[in-house]
């Protein structure tokens, strides 16, 4: 898909939902296949990421099959993985590329790794130092960057602080963990996204979890198990944001992950006046699911900062977006991790809502979009720049927006929701 015309549009009501959690599908995924014997994985994420990490799996030796949303895995076992001749490719995703390095440092043979143009900009070495601290030999592009080789064995387990606050850097560690004998643990500055966790937990590992820290024992026996993956919380968050631009609107998203570590959106949006209801909350699998109602509702905006940023980093796209439909406009601040997402987000947001007309100011850590005081949006020609979280929040802003709008590079959606336009559209009244 080049170009999608965006037509602005009255409302939005019905039921929407969403495909498998891509964060918690890549973990699954990896799981399934250290662990022995089958596993089945629904609702297994129809993200190209979660694809990547499938294909990696396979060039390791790894059976994997997906039909629909069903990814059926024939684990290997801890020990049983296979040097690939030909370099693995991540494609656009980070999560693919990290947790893999973690998995492969485990590994007596060499792996390559790659990735697409996007990927090959982003950092690694925040994944690479504890990776080598624990034994790994790795030779990467300017020593921080993919390509990459990699190459393990015996590693050690190790106590690391992680100077940044990532779900994947401590998920690479925890990976590694499980081929290192004792304890590993990773403290971290900011309680991230902790699907790997719980999943370990779920294929039969030992995790130690205390405040700010969490370990696994090392050589644990995985077992092959059953699995269904929630709603992605976080693809959620673009019809929500549609629901709140648009008056009139009403929605149920349906089964969709509300994981503690992942809804810190969910508050935020309600202390902006936005009326949201969960039902139908339960456990499943070690992860909680539910159903979540919103209604339009005119919100205040207003600044997010501090811990709150590591915890919504990728709704803050939406949430930046929603800033000219709000009373005070929203400011985005200590947020420099958002320039080495899958593009530069700060600076792919404040040209797309500059573009429709936002008065948006940008900051090295953030930026401020200002209110609906500063005027109505006007339909525009984005340019995403290959972005899908940024291709998702702006094509939401434009729902709003006076005039139509063309959006550059619609596809790249497919990176995490490829059903984003068609599911849009049946809950769309114009
Ligand atoms: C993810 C962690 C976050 C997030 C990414 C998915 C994960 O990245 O932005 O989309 O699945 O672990 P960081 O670990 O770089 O913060």
Redesign the pocket.
Known sequence: MAKKAIAPARTIAGTVEFPGD??IS?RYAILAALATGPSEIRNYSSAADCRSTLDCLRRLGVEAELRGNVARIRGVGLAGLKASRRTLDAGNS??SMRLLAGVLAGQAFSSKLSGDSSLRCRPMRRVFEPLLRMGAEIHAREGEFAPFEIRGGALKAIEYEMPV?????K?AILLAGLYAPGWTTVREPVR??DHLELALREFGAEIRRAEGSVGVQGGARLEGRGLEVPGDLSAAVFFLGAALILPGSSLLLHDVGLNPTRTAVLDLLISMGAPLHLASVRMRDGELVGDLAVRHAPLTGGVISGEAV?LM??ELPMLAALGPYTEQGIEIRNAQ?LRV?ESDRIAALAEGLRRMGAQVEEFADGLRVAGRAAGKLRGATLDPRGDHRIAMALAVAALGAEGPSVLRDAGCVGVSFPEFFPALERVLER
């Open positions: 891509k964060s890549h980070g999560t606050a990532s779900a994947q850097v998920s991230t996204r590591a980093i990728d991790e997402k």
